[in-house]
């Protein structure tokens, strides 16, 4: 027997209740059991997301929630800061592309993290620029960059700041009002717990003056669509209510093991992985490593897709591979969601076992001691 665990950055593993909650006969949504269910979805997601903002359902992807954030907010006459350093804050880009959105590209090196100082040395450059994109946990390189220092720049500007928190909210310390972020987004197959399906933005007062302020070339994805059903906790459209259904359950989840100790565990299990990457002589990729999702270099002469496939084929450990420049020279773990430490050491169980296999050279148990030792220690 063989059981598949994921532990790609998403989609990530399902809790057996989530997956039975989304077994109940289909219903209808245009019902008052639906709007009683989207509202409590809705107060769970303010809690997750630390605000009192409106918090909006979309069916769809992350990156159609990204897309529908991106675009409403940025009128005509607007500018972007477009902060890049991996695959997800390129895409952000090519949206603001797509539409014609005015933006100025800043790029660092992958696996760095943004930082307060670099983005106020770029707006005092560019003062025309008014709102600043940053993805909080860039999966692709396992890097976060600093969004509470960030936010506190854009507050004092009066900047807009559209965070994409994906494989942040949920997974890492993101504190929506009291940091001060404008616009956040999250998707439902990363820390949350669900399928791909379901994407999700919160959108704090200031936002909602620019969004009002004019309009854009985007209909599925208009937000003022999104608030107005909200009013009566509704949808414009046919939404995804089956997902929505497991939302209930894994948001309630959430709240009661608390977020403070889903952070916790969170970074319990990225530490432990680390360590235990140094410990078989894997470097970790990330110069700002962060907690929901680490990155490591495969050793020299070791074949990754090879890697890749014996961690699958013979141990049901499905990890994910790089991206573009760093495809075939990294390995990268989720630590989101529905995961313990369990889950973590055997994953690294795996690795050990198959890196032996494939002829690296390291102290074979040297790894999961190393994640065994974070664990005791806490
Ligand atoms: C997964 C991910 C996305 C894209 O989300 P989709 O659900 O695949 O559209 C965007 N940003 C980050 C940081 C992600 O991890």
């Given at each position: ?5 994921l532990f790609?950055?998403?989609p ?6 989530v ?12 019902t ?17 997301f630390g605000?009192?903002?409106?918090c909006l359902?979309?069916?769809g992807?992350?990156?159609a ?5 991106i675009?409403s907010?940025?009128?005509k ?12 804050g390129?895409r952000w ?8 959105i005015?933006?100025?590209k800043?790029?660092?090196?992958w ?6 100082e670099g ?6 450059e560019?003062?025309?620029?008014d ?9 692709s390189?396992?890097?976060v960059?600093?969004v509470?220092a ?9 900047i807009?700041?559209?965070v994409?928190g994906?494989?942040a ?19 439902s197959?990363k ?5 791909p ?7 704090s ?7 009002d302020?004019g309009?854009?070339?985007?209909f ?9 059903s ?8 046919t ?9 209930q ?12 100790s ?23 990729y ?12 495969v050793?020299d002469?070791?074949?990754?897709p090879?890697l890749?496939k ?13 991206q573009?420049h760093i495809?075939g020279?990294v ?7 529905y ?10 169980s ?7 296999e494939?002829g ?13 030792r ?5």
């Amino acid at each position: 027997m063989k059981k598949l665990r994921l532990f790609t950055p998403g989609p990530a593993m399902v809790p057996e209740d989530v997956m039975l909650a989304m077994a109940h006969p289909i219903d209808h949504h245009r019902t008052a059991d639906f709007r009683a269910m989207l509202k409590d979805v809705t107060e769970h997601l303010q809690y997750l997301f630390g605000t009192s903002a409106t918090c909006l359902t979309i069916t769809g992807s992350g990156t159609a929630a990204a897309e529908s954030a991106i675009v409403s907010c940025l009128p005509k006459g607007h500018k972007a800061l477009v902060c890049r350093a991996g695959k997800f804050g390129e895409r952000w880009g090519k949206i603001c592309d797509a539409f014609n959105i005015a933006n100025t590209k800043y790029e660092l090196d992958w696996g760095h993290g943004f930082k307060g100082e670099g983005v106020a040395k770029m707006l005092d450059e560019n003062p025309d620029i008014d709102t600043v994109i940053v993805t909080h946990s860039e999966t692709s390189t396992a890097a976060v960059s600093d969004v509470q220092a960030i936010a506190k720049l854009t507050r004092s500007r009066d900047i807009l700041l559209v965070v994409d928190g994906i494989t942040a909210v949920g997974a890492i310390p993101v504190k929506m009002d009291d940091w001060g972020i404008d616009v956040l987004i999250t998707g439902s197959q990363k820390a949350l717990m669900l399928p791909p399906g379901l994407g999700f933005v919160a959108v704090s007062d200031r936002a909602w003056t620019r969004i009002d302020s004019g309009t854009m070339p985007v209909f599925y994805g208009n937000l003022k669509a999104y608030r107005k059903s909200m009013d009566n906790f509704d949808t414009p459209y046919t939404p995804a209510n089956v997902m929505i259904r497991g939302a209930q359950v894994a948001l309630h989840r959430i709240k009661e093991e608390g977020l403070e100790s889903v952070w916790k565990r969170t970074a319990m299990c990225a530490r432990a992985t680390r360590e235990a990457a140094v410990a078989i002589g894997m470097k970790v990729y990330a110069k700002d490593p962060v907690d929901s999702v680490t990155a490591m270099w495969v050793p020299d002469g070791i074949d990754e897709p090879k890697l890749r496939k014996t961690m699958r084929g013979e141990h049901g450990m499905q990890i994910a591979g790089g991206q573009d420049h760093i495809k075939g020279k990294v390995i990268r773990i989720g630590h989101m969601g529905y995961l313990d430490r369990f889950d973590a050491i055997g994953v690294i169980s795996a690795l050990e076992l198959t890196l032996a296999e494939l002829g690296h050279k390291f102290e074979s148990g040297s790894g999961v001691a190393a994640a065994q030792r974070v664990f005791a220690e806490a």
